[in-house]
């Protein structure tokens, strides 16, 4: 399938029920499992779980070229839609946009912070612009940041969101909104909204009756794996008598 015909099949599934379940894979290893899964219909990739098996921290802090390459790496190992979390761009949104594009990924979150604090409405509504003009095939999730900031609450990120998607972005992404947030985000937001799933969210089930088009983890599924290995291997060492004697 070529990029502007999985574009708009990701962008399709914004749309309508069933709600969309985006795992979010951190390499090609990871991406090939997910994808093997009983209805995985598209992937996401984590800014945070890519960055760190690069031997990197999040928030922008990994070279733009590894970030994209392994984005489109993801994208080339699997059959499904792959959007990217390309953080706010790495310094040229449309550069960046345009890479992953051409590397055959076909979305893309992008942030409207930066340095902590949120970046002016206006400024991101410019951005999103130049994005969807240079790459308009791009499904653009547009995060709203006010709950991280701890900037406002469902009415700013309301604002925010719904100017984006004015602005021509597919996807609003309230991220860490609080659970009690989501039924009235979803009354007062114009278009699909992306829940961040975490410790106290409603079931999937929940989520759906709500109206929220689709749920991603972020790193938290690296986090997890990450986890159940130490577990595993910590398991095993602690069995293992370092005071044993050695070999004469």
Not at 31 to 50: H, K, M, N, W, Y
Not at 227 to 240: F, N, Q, Y
Request: glycine share 10%.
């Amino acid at each position: 399938m070529d990029p502007e015909s999985k574009a708009e099949l990701l962008r399709s599934f914004h749309q309508a029920p069933p709600i969309l379940v985006l795992p979010n894979a951190w390499d090609v290893g990871s991406a090939q499992a997910l994808a093997a899964l009983p209805g995985c219909r598209a992937l996401a990739t984590t800014s945070g779980g890519v960055a760190r098996s690069l031997g990197y921290e999040d928030g922008e802090q990994a070279p733009v070229e590894e970030m994209v390459r392994m984005a489109g790496r993801i994208a080339a190992a699997v059959d499904v839609p792959v959007t990217a979390d390309l953080e706010r761009g790495y310094g040229d949104w449309v550069a960046t946009a345009q890479a992953a594009w051409n590397a055959g990924v076909v979305g893309m979150n992008f942030e409207d912070s930066t340095g902590g604090a949120l970046v002016d409405v206006d400024t991101q509504v410019a951005a999103i612009r130049e994005l969807k003009e240079a790459v308009p095939g791009l499904v653009l999730n547009a995060r709203v940041d006010v709950f991280l900031r701890k900037a406002g609450g469902v009415d700013e990120a309301a604002e925010r969101a719904n100017a984006y998607l004015t602005a021509g972005a597919d996807c609003a992404y309230p991220i860490f909104c609080p659970p009690e947030t989501v039924a009235p985000l979803v009354d007062a937001i114009r278009g699909p909204i992306n829940v961040l799933l975490g410790r106290g969210m409603q079931s999937m089930q929940e989520l759906e009756q709500l109206g929220v088009a689709r749920v991603t983890w972020g790193s938290g599924l690296a986090q997890l794996a990450y986890d159940e290995a130490a577990r595993v291997a910590a398991s095993s060492l602690s069995s293992v008598s370092l005071t044993a004697s050695p070999p004469a």
